[in-house]
């Protein structure tokens, strides 16, 4: 009974709290402080699984003129807590995006295991309002697991396209909404109903390809994917290019 009455407790706290200005914000704090550390630990279980894939897909960076010269500017949107910074050619110096700014300790931490990549900047904003970063001033964008979570895809890839120098290319890979008619895409419909509150906005639904091939950019590249994960909802994957 004592549990009980603790857990109401809890609940009645939580509650006072929301009804102020300060304890909104205190319980904001808090909420980000946990996603952040919750992020950095999926991150990388994420990354031993799917580590394959994202050599391919950041493949040819290596080779990009830039990061020949050792000069490659990067901008990654919801960069969390760095978890890509592995898969960057030495030299690779980042600007890195998010929202939350209780990412930075394990940004930092990255950085620093990673000494080759050079954490340039970390901007706090959300994709589809970066207005800190400078017109045609990066040589290529990333976006991994962030499309699910933005308000405006158009207007992220909007964003990107004028961020990224010409030529530049935007790489990502994003979950996305499995193939109409499988049991997947059942599961998808009926559990995003409640979804995007127990992960910081994320849906289930994304199709990004849809936004890519009507964006502008000069050339899309795509492939739909199931990646190797253990939870059927978010297996279906999207990873590619397009091309500035």
Known sequence: MAVVWWIVAFFVIIVAAALTQQGRAILRLIYMKVYA???????????????????????????????????????????????????????????????????????????????????????????????????????????????????????VLSEIKRVLKPGGKFYYMEHVHGTPGTWVYTKQNWLDIIWPYLSDGCTLRSELWTHLDTAGFSEVDYQKFDAPLKMSLIEPHLMGTATK
Do not use: W
């Not at 995006?97 to 950085?111: I, W």
């Not at 706090?124 to 990333?142: H, K, P, T």
């Open 37 to 155: 550390y919750i992020l950095s630990r999926i991150a990388k279980s994420y990354n031993k699984k799917m580590t394959p894939f994202k050599e391919k897909l950041f493949e040819d960076l290596k080779t990009h003129p830039a990061a020949v010269a050792g000069s490659l500017t990067v901008l990654e949107i919801g960069v969390g807590a760095g978890a890509n910074f592995k898969f960057y050619p030495p030299g690779t110096s980042v600007i890195a995006v998010d929202p939350n700014p209780e990412f930075d300790k394990y940004l930092l931490k990255n950085a620093a295991e990673f000494g080759e990549v050079k954490l340039r900047e970390f901007v706090i904003a959300s994709g589809e309002d970066m207005a800190g970063v400078a017109d045609q001033s990066v040589d290529a964008v990333v976006c991994t697991l962030v499309m699910c979570s933005v308000a405006d895809q158009p207007k």
